[in-house]
C-alpha cells in the first residue's frame, strides 16, 4: 500500500491548524450560548451552571505550559494530533453526562485540551518562511473568530434540529476526524530537519533543557512576557466578564444593542490581523512599534472610559471604544509571538509560547475577582454605577501603563537586511 502523501503546501498546513484553532474557541465559548439547555438537562442553578464554563477555563488554563513541553520534547504535529483526537472524546463524553459533577469532570478534561495554538505556533515555525511567519500566526489567531461565530447562531440553529447533544456529539466527531488527518497529512518538520532521522524524547529534552536555561536570561522574553500578561489579560477581563456589563449596566445599553455592539467589535478587527503583520514585515520593518502603539492606545482608550464618569456614552461611542480596544490588543498578540519566535531557541520555542500564553488567563482570573470587588463595594457605598465601573478600570489602566513601560526596554528582534 503506497503511503499516505504528505501536505507540502504551508497554506493547506495552515488550513488544517486554522480548523483546529477555531474549535478550541468554538467549545470555550458553546456553554454561554448553551446555557438554558445545560440548564434544563442538568438541573442547575445560575452558580451551579458557572461550574461548567469555569472547568474548561481553569483545565485551559493548565495545559499551557504542559503543551508546550510536549510540543518540544515529542513534537508539534504528534501534540497537536492528540489534542483534537482527546477534545473531540471528551466532547462526546460530555454529551452522555447525565448529572453535572461527570459533567464538570468532562469540561475540566476537556480544556486541558484546547491548547492548540501553542503546538501550532511550533508547526507553523518550521513550515512557513520566516518572513511570513507574522502574517499566519495572524491568519491562525483570526480564525478564533469563527469559532466564536459557530458557537452562536449555527449552534443554536443545529439544537433546535437535533438537539444539544446529537450537535455536540457530531462536533466531537469532526474533532478526532481533524486529529487523525492532522496525524496524516501534515509533515513531520521534525524528521525533516534532522536529515530524515527523528530525534529521540532525550534529545528533544537535552536541547529543551538547554534552551530553557537562554530563555530565563533573556531579558526580551520577560519583558514580552510582562507586555503580554497586561495587555492580553486586560481584553480577557472586558471580553469574557466585563465589557457587556459595562454596556449594559453603566451606559444603558439593552441586551440586543449590547449584542449587536460586541459582535461588531470582534468582527472589526479581522482585517486588520493581515494587515498589521503585512506593515511590520514589508513597511515598517520592525515589531517593537507595534507593541508600543499597542499599549498607548490601550492606556488612551482606558483612561478616556475612567474619566467619562459622569454621563453615559453613545451605543456608537462605545461600539468604536470596543473596536479600537480588539484592534490594537488582539491583533497585535501574534507580532508578540513571532518576537518570541526570533528570540528564543527552536528547541525551546513551544514551551516559551505556552509559558506566555498562560500569563493573561491567570491574570485574568485574578483581576477578574478584584475588578467585581470594586464595583461592588463603591455602588453600596451610594456611588453611581458609572462611577464604580470608571474606578474599577483604574485596575486595568495601571496594567497598561505597565505594558507601555516595557516597550521602552524592549530590543527589536526583526533583522534587518544587509
Not at 478600570?393 to 534587518?416: N, P, Y
Request: glycine letters at 8%; one cysteine or more; aromatic letters at 12%.
Amino acid at each position: 500500500m503506497s503511503a499516505i502523501r504528505k501536505l507540502n503546501s504551508p497554506l493547506a498546513v495552515l488550513a488544517l491548524l486554522s480548523t483546529g484553532y477555531a474549535l478550541s474557541f468554538f467549545q470555550r465559548v458553546n456553554p454561554s450560548v448553551l446555557a438554558p439547555d445545560l440548564i434544563e438537562s442538568f438541573a442547575l442553578d445560575p452558580a451551579s451552571f458557572s461550574l461548567i464554563s469555569s472547568a474548561t477555563m481553569l483545565g485551559y488554563a493548565f495545559t499551557q505550559i504542559p503543551s508546550g513541553l510536549l510540543a518540544d520534547i515529542v513534537g508539534g504535529r504528534r501534540t497537536l494530533a492528540a489534542y483534537q483526537v482527546l477534545a473531540g472524546l471528551f466532547c462526546m463524553l460530555f454529551t452522555l453526562c447525565g448529572s453535572l459533577m461527570p459533567a464538570v469532570a468532562c469540561r475540566f478534561m476537556l480544556g486541558l485540551t484546547l491548547a492548540s495554538n501553542v503546538p501550532s505556533y511550533k508547526i507553523l515555525a518550521a513550515s512557513v518562511p520566516a518572513n511570513r511567519y507574522a502574517m499566519y500566526c495572524s491568519i491562525l489567531t483570526g480564525c478564533g473568530v469563527i469559532g466564536t461565530l459557530m458557537a452562536a447562531s449555527p449552534l443554536v440553529a443545529a439544537t433546535h434540529l437535533v438537539g444539544w447533544r446529537a450537535a455536540l456529539f457530531a462536533v466531537g466527531l469532526f474533532t478526532v476526524f481533524l486529529g487523525v488527518c492532522i496525524w496524516l497529512l501534515v509533515p513531520d518538520y521534525d524528521r525533516r530537519m534532522n536529515a530524515g532521522s527523528a530525534p529521540s524524547a532525550r534529545d528533544n529534552i537535552l536541547a529543551l533543557k538547554s534552551g530553557l536555561g537562554q530563555i530565563v536570561r533573556m531579558r526580551n522574553f520577560w519583558l514580552i512576557f510582562i507586555w503580554f500578561m497586561f495587555m492580553v489579560g486586560n481584553m480577557f477581563v472586558l471580553l469574557t466578564t466585563w465589557w457587556g456589563s459595562y454596556l449594559m449596566q453603566a451606559n444603558g445599553l439593552d441586551k440586543d444593542a449590547a449584542g449587536l455592539s460586541m459582535s461588531i467589535m470582534s468582527l472589526v478587527p479581522l482585517p486588520f490581523m493581515l494587515i498589521f503583520p503585512w506593515l511590520s514585515d514589508n513597511i515598517v520593518k520592525a515589531r517593537k512599534p507595534f507593541l508600543m502603539i499597542s499599549a498607548l492606545m490601550q492606556c488612551a482608550i482606558l483612561l478616556f472610559i475612567c474619566l467619562h464618569k459622569e454621563h453615559a456614552v453613545s451605543f456608537t461611542g462605545l461600539t468604536v471604544l470596543g473596536a479600537l480596544f480588539t484592534i490594537f490588543t488582539n491583533c497585535m498578540g501574534p507580532i508578540s509571538f513571532t518576537m518570541v519566535k526570533e528570540s528564543v531557541p527552536s528547541s525551546a520555542l513551544a514551551s516559551a509560547t505556552g509559558f506566555i500564553n498562560c500569563s493573561a488567563p491567570v491574570f485574568a482570573a485574578v483581576i477578574q475577582g478584584v475588578f467585581g470587588s470594586v464595583i461592588a463595594g463603591m455602588m453600596r457605598g451610594g456611588t453611581t454605577s458609572l462611577e464604580a465601573y470608571a474606578s474599577a478600570f483604574l485596575l486595568l489602566l495601571a496594567g497598561s501603563v505597565i505594558a507601555l513601560g516595557t516597550t521602552f526596554f524592549m530590543k527589536d528582534t526583526l533583522k534587518k537586511e544587509a
